[in-house]
């Protein structure tokens, strides 16, 4: 079956201009991710959702960075007046939920790379 | 809390030889360990995952992996590298017990030389 999408691939954009990045999750996975990358990085955890409800946030550095998934479904990231430090890949993953005690894998998008100039 | 060390950002090895990338966590309650590699344009990949039980894991391509509490460590093996093992290789850690949050290391590239 499908992966996890993401859109767009590349995103370059003025500093000051928001920005909106979709992440499709494969179909019937119940958690979605976000992570930030910086190059020569691991993936920085942002937020995660469990279908639509947004269960931590914690790692949204700051009020520009917002992110829902309003049907339980595709996720939107977005970032309010972008500054050049925002420059980084943006990952989503979906994984199925598993009971209390699971681990439970993550399957990965290809990313969109942002870049603000 | 919890986190990750990769040793070496980059590796060289020859084709033919054995790979070892190494990963030590750090974590205060029992972990889950994981090992993710990422080819070139594309998205992370599970290897491997330890959760409970034994302690060698198994995974794709012939890669394996041992948890060894008295070192906290959880280093990444394979036997014979081959060329399509180059690649950059995350160690990942969350804590045990329902939703945690996964904490990536910073990640090791892997050369593969002819």
């Known amino acids: 079956g499908a992966g996890v999408s993401q859109s767009p691939r590349y995103k370059v954009t003025k500093r000051g201009q928001d920005v909106a990045l979709r992440c499709d999750p494969i179909s019937g996975h119940v958690s979605l991710y976000w992570y930030r990358q910086a190059l020569g990085q691991g993936p920085e955890f942002l937020t995660y959702?469990?279908?639509?409800?947004?269960?931590?946030k914690s790692g949204l550095p700051n009020d520009r960075f917002s992110a829902e998934r309003p049907e339980g479904s595709i996720s939107t990231l977005t970032i309010q007046r972008t500054e050049q430090r925002d420059s980084a890949m943006y990952r989503c993953?979906?994984?199925?939920?598993?009971?209390?005690?699971?681990?439970?894998?993550?399957?990965f998008g290809p990313g969109t790379r942002l870049t603000v100039t | 809390a919890q986190s990750v060390t990769q040793l070496g950002s980059h590796v060289s090895v020859s084709e033919g030889a054995l790979v070892l990338l190494r990963c030590n966590y750090s974590?205060?309650?029992?972990?889950?360990l994981f090992w993710y590699v990422q080819y070139p344009n594309q998205g992370l990949q599970l290897l491997l995952k330890?959760?409970?039980?034994?302690?060698l894991v198994k995974g794709i391509n012939g890669f394996e992996a041992e948890f060894k509490k008295s070192e906290t460590s959880f280093h990444l093996t394979k036997p014979s590298a081959h060329m399509s093992d180059a690649a950059e290789y995350f160690c990942a850690v969350s804590l045990s017990g329902g939703y945690q949050k996964v904490t990536f290391g910073t990640g090791t590239k892997l050369q593969v030389i002819p």
């Open positions: 959702f469990n279908y639509e409800a947004q269960q931590d």
């Open positions: 993953a979906s994984s199925l939920e598993e009971p209390s005690g699971g681990a439970y894998e993550q399957y």
């Open positions: 330890y959760t409970t039980g034994a302690t």
């Open positions: 974590s205060s309650v029992p972990p889950y």
